[in-house]
């Protein structure tokens, strides 16, 4: 399939660090026919970087927000901006090759999934959430607290999982449609989770392709919004599990959520205080 019939669509928020190589990368990718750029009341010079690419390539469109709407909102307005067939999520710190999104979408097609990609920082070095399945073992991760645990890579070409990342992340867009699109009410990653979580119940597969790895920049969020994020990771995961399932079980999961907030809080604020 080497037609262009994919949308992409990618979130900033004060991405300058990677926005321009993402967005370059993007651009001579194969397989995309519209990109849209989300931004979420940048203040630094994202928008200068999108208008360099917007000259330069009539795919692209840009949606400006004075106020950070969370990402699912985000993803929601980019996604219906567009009418490609074929969906490609991106996270602004992803560094794609050329024909990433292209063999993403293949895969997906041929096993009727949403597909992730394997995600690696800048050094290799793979990120555990992935591929993400049932449970709470594992290296430490704010998933955990949704019970969700790393799953360890196969070597399959496909591995089906309880969800992926939404760093990268290709789905049909009928299947996008057909479960409403993001919650809005979510700002943060877990609106992409619980997104796998609807399309799970509804029958869909789940997999990450094991040999599409794609460089993933991390923590830009936590460096320039590390309030918002420990805030509102938290609160999206309460509101996740209060409308999952059992009332009870939310209910006895929301200590573990909170305990650690204060700390976090008074660490950000510390490392906010000694910066230059």
């Known amino acids: 399939m080497n037609c262009a019939d ?37 203040t630094d010079s994202t928008l200068t970087i999108v208008q360099r690419h917007a000259v330069a390539d009539s795919r692209f469109h840009f949606i400006a927000n004075p106020d950070p709407p969370g990402l699912g909102a985000a993803r929601n307005q980019g996604i219906a901006d567009c009418r490609a067939p074929w969906l490609a999520l991106l996270d602004a710190g992803c560094l794609i090759e050329p024909d990433a999104l292209a063999r993403l979408r293949d895969l997906a097609a041929r096993y009727n999934a949403l597909v992730g990609a394997d995600l690696a920082d800048e050094s290799g070095v793979r990120d555990p959430a992935a591929r993400l399945d049932a449970g709470r073992g594992g290296p430490a991760g704010w998933w955990r607290w949704l019970e969700l645990a790393p799953a360890v890579a196969t070597h399959e070409e496909v591995q089906d999982v309880a969800a992926v990342s939404g ?23 877990i609106a992409n989770l619980d997104l796998c979580r609807r399309a799970r119940a509804s029958g869909v597969r789940i997999a990450c392709a094991n040999a599409v790895r794609v460089t993933h920049v991390r923590g830009m969020l936590a460096r ?18 209060w409308r999952r399932g059992s009332k009870a079980s939310a209910l006895l999961a929301w200590p573990r959520i909170w305990v650690g907030f204060p700390l976090d809080l008074l660490r950000v604020l510390a490392r906010v205080g000694s910066a230059p």
């Open 167 to 189: 760093a990268v992340m290709v789905l049909p867009r009928v299947l996008f449609d057909t479960l409403n699109g993001f919650d809005p009410a979510l700002a943060t990653g």
């Open 6 to 42: 994919i949308a992409a669509v990618v979130v900033s928020w004060d991405s300058e660090e990677t926005l321009d190589g993402c967005l370059t990368r993007l651009r001579g990718a194969e397989g995309v026919a519209e990109i849209r750029v989300v931004d979420c009341g940048s």
């Open 224 to 241: 320039t919004h590390p309030v918002h994020l420990i805030w509102h990771r938290r609160f999206d995961a309460s509101r996740f599990l």
